[in-house]
């Protein structure tokens, strides 16, 4: 693997895109330590842990394509991160931001499916099967939080309660997910 920004030229479209996508989950992860530090620090414990969590599997997902580049014998360099989000002043915002960044990454996945099926490569189109079931129910997940936060007006004890209630901490590892190069930590 190389670190040679340039030495990326030689990829198909498809493989080009799923690096950029490395550099999406990575930043996606950082946005999210960010989001679960803010509600940390304003001590809400139950907010916080769902967007640690989120770290943890954005990371996860990170880390199964490097596995599937690798193992597709695919050479890349691992590419920075971009800036994150970091001054917030409302709860709504920051759940907001999660939502709209599940968005995009489910636009990413499905395009990503699109360029694969495009090159032919149906052993690219599959690995991406999982992620882009994965997108649906985070997009759902975090659509649902922030319909709680904007009933709650503003009580966030009580969206604290129900996320306690119905959004326990995710067991370790999904049920058919692609390996990760290194160990998994969600």
């Known amino acids: ?27 996606a ?3 999210y330590v960010a989001v679960a530090a803010w509600f940390d ?12 969590e989120q770290s943890l599997e ?16 695919i050479h890349f360099a ?22 709209r960044q599940e968005r995009e990454v ?3 996945f499905q395009r990503l499916a699109k360029v ?9 189109e599959q690995f991406l099967q999982w992620f882009i079931q994965e ?9 649902t939080l922030l319909n709680v936060v904007d009933r709650a007006e503003g009580n966030l004890f009580d969206v604290e309660t129900f996320v306690a209630r119905d959004m326990p901490s995710e067991d370790n590892g999904s049920q058919g997910a692609p390996g990760t190069a290194g160990p998994s930590v969600s």
């Open 1 to 27: 693997m190389s670190s040679n920004k340039n030495s990326d030229s030689h990829l198909s479209k498809f493989h080009r895109l799923l690096v950029d996508q490395v550099r999406h989950e990575f930043t």
């Open 29 to 31: 992860s950082h946005q």
């Open 41 to 52: 620090d304003q001590d809400l414990p139950q907010l916080a842990r769902v967007f640690y």
């Open 58 to 73: 954005e990371r996860d997902h990170a880390m199964m394509i490097v596995r599937f580049l690798l193992d597709s014998d």
């Open 78 to 99: 691992i590419p920075a991160v971009d800036e994150i989000e970091t001054a917030f002043s409302a709860p709504r915002d920051l759940v907001a931001l999660a939502l």
């Open 106 to 108: 489910t636009d990413q």
């Open 116 to 124: 694969a099926r495009d090159e032919d490569d149906y052993t690219g």
């Open 135 to 143: 997108q649906t129910e985070e997009v759902a997940k975090m659509s």
